[in-house]
C-alpha cells in the first residue's frame, strides 16, 4: 500500500496515478472529500485527515508500506514559517505512530544551504526533522514549478509584460513540471534503493529556462507579444504583500535573494538528479485559461 499525503494536488495526483497505472494499491490522504473524485476514478483508497491533526493521520498513514508527504506553504495565514513548524511536527508524530517502512518527502531545491533563504530553509527544517526518523527516507527536492507562472497569464494578456523576480531575465535557472514531480516520485517509491538509509534526488525539467523563455512562451500560448521585465528590488514585498501575507512576503523576498545571487537555489554540490520531460510550452498549455 502507498498512501499519498495531498493526493489532491498536481504533485500529489501525478504519483497517484502513476502509482494506480502500475497496478499498486494507492491509498489518497486528502483534507476533505471535496476534491475526492477523480481520485477515486482512477481506483485510490480516500482517507480523510487535516494536515495539523497527527491522531488522524496516523490513522490514514496506517498499514501503508510506504508514505509521500508535502508541507504545502498557505501563503495568505498570518504566519506562513510557523504554520508550516505545526504541520512538520504534525506529520512527524503521525510517522512515528505508524511506522512505514519508507517516507518520500517533497523538499524544496536550495535545502542544503544553511543560511537563511527564505522557503527553502523551511524544507531544511523539514528534512531535519524527518531525518530524525529510523525509516528510509528519501527527500526529492523539486525545482520551480513551471505551473507556478500560469497565475501569470492575466497579465501578460491585458499589458503584454512577464513580471520576473528573477534578475537579469535573461539568466537561466532549474524550473520543471509538477508533473514531473509526481511521476519521478512515483519511480522511487515503486523502486526505492534499499541500501541506503537516507537519500537526497534532485529534480528538474530537461533544461533550464529564463525569465525571457518564459515571456516566449506566453507569446506562442497567447499570440501576442510578451516581453519579461524585472520587478525592481525596491517593490517586492509591497507586490508579494497583495496577495499574500506578510510572513509569506518575507519567505518569498529572501527566495529571490538567493535565487538572484546565483548558485543557492540549486542543487547540492555533488547532488543526485533526475529530469523530467515535460518542456516549458506544454506544461504552461495545460494551465492556460479558457477562452
Known amino acids: 500500500m502507498y498512501a499519498i499525503l495531498g493526493a489532491a494536488g498536481k504533485i500529489g495526483y501525478s504519483t497517484s496515478s502513476t502509482l494506480r497505472q502500475t497496478g499498486v494499491p494507492v491509498r489518497a490522504i486528502l483534507r476533505s472529500k471535496a476534491k475526492s473524485d477523480p481520485l477515486s476514478a482512477i481506483g485510490c483508497d480516500i482517507a480523510v485527515a487535516d494536515l495539523q491533526d497527527p491522531n488522524a493521520l496516523a490513522q490514514a498513514i496506517a498499514g501503508a508500506n510506504a508514505v509521500q508527504v508535502i508541507c504545502p506553504p498557505l501563503p495568505h495565514i498570518p504566519n506562513t514559517a510557523d504554520d508550516m513548524v505545526r504541520s512538520i511536527g504534525s ?107 537516507q537519500r537526497v534526488v534532485h529534480v528538474e525539467g530537461p533544461r533550464r529556462y529564463s525569465a525571457a523563455d518564459f515571456a516566449t512562451a506566453f507569446t506562442r500560448l497567447l499570440g501576442r507579444d510578451v516581453t519579461a521585465e524585472a520587478v525592481p528590488r525596491a517593490e517586492w514585498f509591497e507586490t508579494f504583500g497583495r496577495v499574500v501575507s506578510p510572513s509569506a512576503a518575507d519567505l518569498l523576498v529572501k527566495l529571490y535573494d538567493a535565487h538572484n545571487r546565483g548558485g543557492l537555489v540549486d542543487v547540492e554540490p555533488g547532488g543526485e538528479v533526475r529530469y523530467g520531460t515535460s518542456d516549458l510550452t506544454g506544461a504552461l498549455r495545460s494551465r492556460l485559461p479558457a477562452g
Open 91 to 197: 506529520i512527524m508524530e503521525a510517522l512515528e505512530k505508524a511506522r512505514p517502512d519508507l517516507v518520500l518527502a517533497i523538499s524544496d531545491y536550495g535545502a542544503h544551504v544553511r543560511d537563511d533563504i527564505g522557503m527553502p530553509t523551511m524544507f531544511r527544517y523539514f528534512e531535519e526533522r524527518l531525518a530524525e526518523l529510523p525509516m528510509r527516507k528519501i527527500f526529492l527536492r523539486s525545482a520551480e514549478h513551471m505551473e507556478g507562472w500560469a497565475a501569470l497569464f492575466p497579465v501578460a494578456s491585458a499589458i503584454s509584460t512577464l513580471p520576473s523576480f528573477h534578475h537579469p531575465v535573461d539568466r537561466e535557472f532549474p524550473t520543471v513540471s509538477a508533473r514531473d514531480v509526481g511521476m519521478i516520485a512515483a519511480d522511487l517509491l515503486l523502486r526505492p534503493d534499499l541500501e541506503i538509509n
